[in-house]
């Protein structure tokens, strides 16, 4: 285990004990755990190793490409629990669901509600597959095309943390992410809005009167985020969650 450690130490790996323990438990034999630890040192991220992610307490799948879900998201978690708190079987839709380890987290903290999922990545809506409840729940698409037309104008929240990183500053990004998740899961066009405002236009048409939508932004792009909801009839307010370092636009249909 020492040597281990020491591997992953020497490869940069900030977490290298937990990370440590973490291979021992998914090897099956010493063979196994050196190609694991293996293909960690080279810098494949940890969750693509290991094959799956934590959020919100849940593991989720996770395969090559797929976005793998991060704590900030924890956000729109607790803004769609909240919104949904009063109404019962509530239908809720993630857009841009990755892994759908949102979705998951929903499904579970309420049992009762009607969860949909879906992404333009097929390997994503794999994974959203293996992560719901229900696989017949995700669905391959464009944002709104994806999801079967009976449930327009019926769902009490929408939820999305689409693409919002600004084009030119992929390059920016930390290497795990850049070499690793899909460029359709990073890139946010120019500004960094292009999805957003896309889902901000679609969203009248999809919600139940008084729903909501809930998208995940950045400091930096919440007051352009607000001026998409407004522009596409929703009023927003932006919310900050300094301890998961957050930021989300909610808007309701009024
Ligand atoms: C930032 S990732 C978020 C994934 C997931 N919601 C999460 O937080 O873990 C954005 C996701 O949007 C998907 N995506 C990009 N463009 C899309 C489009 N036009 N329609 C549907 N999904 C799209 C990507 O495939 C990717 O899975």
């Not at 285990?1 to 900030?14: P, S």
């Not at 050196?34 to 960690?40: D, F, G, I």
């Not at 969203?203 to 596409?232: H, I, W, Y």
Request: hydrophobic letters at 50%.
């Amino acid at each position: 285990m020492t040597t281990i450690v020491d591997e992953l130490r020497l490869a940069g790996c900030v977490f290298a004990e937990d990370e440590a323990a973490l291979l021992v438990e998914a090897a099956a034999d010493q063979a196994e755990l050196r190609l694991l630890v293996a293909e960690r040192v080279a810098g494949r991220p940890i969750e693509y190793v290991l094959g799956w992610a934590e959020f919100a307490g849940i593991r989720v799948h996770v395969t090559d490409g797929v976005f793998v879900p991060r704590l900030r998201t924890v956000l729109l978690l607790k803004t769609a629990l909240e919104t949904v708190a009063s109404i019962a079987a509530p239908r809720i839709l993630e857009l841009c669901c990755g892994s759908a380890a949102l979705a998951t987290a929903l499904e579970r903290a309420r049992p009762d509600a009607i969860v949909l999922a879906s992404d333009l990545d097929p390997r994503a809506v794999e994974c959203a597959r293996l992560n719901l409840g229900d696989p017949g729940r995700a669905f391959v698409g464009d944002l709104y095309d994806a999801v079967p037309p009976e449930h327009a104008g019926r769902f009490d929240v929408i939820v999305a943390n689409a693409p919002y990183v600004p084009t030119g500053e992929i390059a920016f990004m930390p290497q795990e992410a850049r070499l690793h998740e899909a460029a359709i899961a990073l890139d946010g066009g120019p500004d960094g809005t292009a999805l957003q405002a896309r889902v901000a236009e679609g969203a009248s048409r999809r919600l139940a009167p008084g729903g909501t939508l809930v998208v995940e932004t950045s400091v930096r792009q919440a007051d352009a985020t607000c001026a998409l909801f407004e522009r596409a009839g929703l009023v927003p307010r932006i919310l900050r969650d300094e301890s998961l370092d957050a930021t989300a636009v909610a808007g309701v249909l009024v």
